[in-house]
């Protein structure tokens, strides 16, 4: 069955700290795999994709994500986070017309 | 460009009534999609369209039905409103049918049903 797992729920971090967000996906095929922000209130932004090619991808607002096959991974970083970046984060994976979201994770940044 | 569109913002419904959630996009896409949002869940596919006339059901469509009569258009009727179906409704669009493409989404509509 086709799933996604994001092991952490609520994550608090302080300021200026490094951020790592966990995804696990079970899926079939070779996944594309997605993170998304959410604020709140707000719809969902997307914040970077992988596809193919280059296992380290970048996205906007400073994140990176890298995909391990061998683990099924798809982790969400940031290397210094911002108090702007308190959100909800969710870990999707896709195959040709749906998208499967995890759970989310609410992040909470302390100054 | 507005991009996706929701209305209303806010729904508070009575058991078994109905309304219709209305979204809509002027960018062209092909694609568009309904989403509830429930806590502790993440996003959950209702209904999608793959473009004009042709729809198809989603992970959880039971209650709720979709037509897709324009490219612009793709509103969510919910015909006996029950209060398994508060939650937050998404509707997302994308220029191609691949999931490839970057979806959009618009800003939800909260829906209580008491």
């Known amino acids: 069955a086709q799933s996604v797992t994001q092991p952490d729920i609520h994550i608090t971090v302080s300021e200026g700290a490094s951020l790592e967000l966990r995804c696990n996906y079970s899926?079939?095929?070779?996944?594309?795999l997605f993170w998304y922000v959410q604020s709140p209130g707000q719809g969902l932004q997307l914040l970077l994709k992988y596809f193919s090619g280059d296992t380290l991808v970048q996205g906007i607002k400073g994140f990176e994500a890298e995909f391990k096959r061998s683990q099924s991974s798809f982790n969400l970083r940031k290397p210094s986070v911002h108090w702007s970046d308190a959100a909800e984060y969710f870990c999707a994976v896709g195959g040709y017309n749906k998208l499967i979201f995890g759970a989310g994770t609410r992040l909470a940044v302390h100054p | 460009n507005a991009g996706v569109t929701q209305t209303p913002k806010f729904q508070v419904l009575k058991t078994g009534q109905s309304m219709t959630l209305q979204c809509a996009q002027d960018?062209?896409?092909?694609?568009m999609s309904w989403y509830r949002q429930d806590p502790g869940m993440g996003l959950r596919l209702i209904h999608y369209s793959v473009g004009a006339g042709i729809t198809d059901q989603g992970e959880v469509p039971n209650g709720y039905n979709v037509s897709r009569s324009t490219t612009e258009d793709f509103p969510l009727r919910l015909l006996s409103a029950a209060p398994s179906q508060t939650s937050v409704y998404f509707c997302a669009s994308r220029f191609g049918t691949g999931v490839s493409y970057e979806q959009y989404f618009g800003p939800g509509t909260r829906l209580t049903v008491t």
């Open positions: 899926y079939g095929a070779t996944p594309y």
């Open positions: 960018m062209n896409h092909e694609y």
